[in-house]
């Protein structure tokens, strides 16, 4: 029964509900072609994490993207 948690950043950057559906879909079928895991009972969480909360390099996201 795999559990798979993606963290990706929210706001502006978040993917929309098709990319997220594709995401679902995309991990759920690599894991039954790769590992035969039913796709049944294969969970795929996708977390939207503000860029305020996420941090690279001692900066948050939202610090990062605006020095770009």
């Known amino acids: 029964m795999p559990y798979v948690n993606i963290k990706v950043t929210g706001g502006i950057e978040a993917p929309s509900t098709e990319q997220k559906r594709k995401i679902i879909k995309g991990i759920t079928d690599l894991l039954v ?4 895991k039913n796709p049944a009972t294969t969970f795929v969480i996708i977390e939207e994490v503000a860029m305020d909360n996420w941090g690279v390099a001692g900066k948050t996201t939202t610090e990062r ?4």
């Open 33 to 36: 072609q790769i590992l035969d």
């Open 65 to 68: 993207r605006s020095e770009n």
